[in-house]
């Protein structure tokens, strides 16, 4: 985190290098890119040695894994989900879906573009992409929170209006509080 | 007042020594498993950066009182019963209040932690906290019944309920207890399969099924204090364990600094291979259900202590 002189103190350093070596996933299984994400865990890439591990709840996890696709319908849980996770919190958009919609850019019940309902730091492309670049998209996001530059709930609370006026134009019923602590 | 200061000194260094070597041995597990599992696993000090990262976390929620005094709970609960356990037999560094103490005391005292936690995780009013309260209750009432008949095996043998004085028992006859009643030992290991919450009885957290259990509303600050509670607590276990059934570790006759050192180093060792009794155990199955693991505990594990009991009675 970057104070408001745009520079670290050593103790936000020091937290910084924490945060980088300890990051719970909270994998959102939306899409077929869930696939992935044992091979990167399991014996062969194994993300556990960056620190990278799972969380089973949005209270414990630090980075939010969308992965694939959002149809209308997931949209209202990754948010309920996002808002739930405590700061520092970090988003990976995962797979092309969630850069423009990939192969359902026309589908009548998916979102093109996960930037413009929440904040992404990090985006890997491609459909599927392989477990090597999973790892390489970690490690950019580390390389964010090292630098101080992966302030994704700051941004989200400061362009609430922004982002709460696009979800409820595909949330049609919202019945949800105005923030999902 | 001089003595007053070395038992402050001494308060401090057993918790300080108890929360690091419960972290590491953590740390170390991680490790071993990834091994196991052909992976290169994470370096050996992951979990106090883990803990670190808790702790620098900038939002915390609490659900209520009891959610704010959980984790707090835990871990007073958790450096009281180290203030009672015997770090080194007869050792002047680590007086604590060792000798106030019985096994009785200890045995209602370790319940505090895991009521707090209870308490805390039924106010959050998640169904996976209730839950996995419940399951953590019932699976205490399985192990708790081998591990108090060996207990009170123990004190019938040797006429005390003081852990000292079962250490010293053992200095002085130079035979271990789990050797002298091997039925009574038998039986509290295999509570310590449960105890300890790996593989097949990790039924509580259970990540796959319950959202980690109790704890799946607690994160950030509250979710680290638990951790380190959850760390001194795997220390005293593992030190009761040792100090009532393998010898203890220090002289009581010799308070310097090496003979001090060395009883630490004989600590470590002791509790680092009980500690991976139950590690290996489960490395090679998988999760049992609720009734499967209540129904493990009261069959051979508490028909040995039972034997123990008797052992304890004719054979003494």
């Known amino acids: 985190m970057e104070n408001d002189k745009n520079s670290q103190k050593i103790v936000d350093y020091i937290g910084n290098f924490a945060r980088k070596h300890s990051l719970f996933v909270l994998a959102y299984g939306t899409g077929c890119g869930a696939i992935e994400i044992p091979a990167t865990m399991t014996s062969r890439y194994d993300a556990e040695r960056f620190g990278i591990r799972g969380a089973a709840t949005p209270r414990q996890a630090d980075v939010l894994l969308i992965t694939g696709y959002l149809s209308t319908k997931t949209l209202k849980r990754v948010i309920r989900v996002y808002e739930q996770m405590q700061e520092p919190k970090y988003v990976i958009g995962f797979g092309s879906c969630t850069v423009n919609g990939g192969m359902y850019y026309d589908s009548y019940n998916t979102i093109n573009g996960l930037d413009q309902y929440i904040p992404v730091d990090v985006y890997i492309n491609g459909c599927m992409p392989r477990p090597e670049a999973v790892i390489s998209g970690f490690v950019k996001l580390q390389e964010l929170i090292m630098a101080g530059k992966a302030n994704n709930g700051e941004k989200y609370r400061e362009n609430l209006e922004h982002y709460r006026s696009n979800q409820k134009k595909i949330i049609k019923n919202w019945k949800m509080p105005d923030y999902n602590w | ?316």
């Open chain 2, 1 to 316: 007042m001089e003595d007053l200061g070395l038992k402050i000194f001494g308060a401090i260094l057993t918790t300080i020594m108890a929360f690091t070597v419960g972290m590491t041995y953590g740390g170390i597990v991680r490790k071993l498993t990834a091994r196991v599992q052909n992976r290169y696993g994470p370096p050996v000090y992951q979990n106090f950066l883990d803990l670190l990262k808790l702790q620098s976390k900038k939002t915390n929620i609490a659900h209520g009182f009891m959610g704010h005094m959980a984790p707090v709970w835990i871990i007073i609960a958790a450096v009281t019963v180290l203030m009672f356990i015997p770090i080194l037999n007869g050792n002047l560094w680590f007086p604590n209040l060792s000798f106030h103490g019985d096994l009785i005391f200890l045995l209602y005292m370790m319940v505090f932690g895991s009521l707090g936690m209870a308490l805390g995780a039924g106010q959050t009013g998640n169904p996976n906290s209730a839950i996995g309260v419940t399951r953590g209750l019932s699976q205490m009432v399985g192990y708790e019944i081998p591990f108090v008949l060996a207990l009170v095996a123990l004190m019938i043998q040797f006429q005390t309920t003081s852990v000292q004085d079962l250490t010293q028992v053992q200095h002085e006859t130079g035979v271990w207890n789990a050797f002298a009643n091997p039925f009574a030992f038998l039986a509290a290991l295999l509570a310590s399969l449960g105890m300890f919450r790996y593989s097949p009885f990790d039924i509580v957290g259970a990540p796959a099924e319950l959202a980690s259990g109790p704890v799946s509303e607690f994160g950030g600050k509250y979710l680290g204090t638990m951790m380190s509670g959850g760390a001194v607590f795997a220390f005293i276990k593992l030190t009761l364990y040792v100090h009532l059934f393998f010898g203890g570790a220090g002289n009581p006759d010799d308070s310097g600094i090496l003979a001090t050192l060395a009883g630490i180093g004989i600590l470590l060792v002791k509790t680092f291979l009980l500690y991976m009794i139950p590690v290996f155990y489960g490395w090679i199955n998988p999760r049992y259900r609720t009734e499967q693991a209540i129904r493990y505990f009261w069959g051979w594990p508490t028909a040995l202590g039972i034997v123990g009991v008797l052992w304890a009675v004719f054979f003494n």
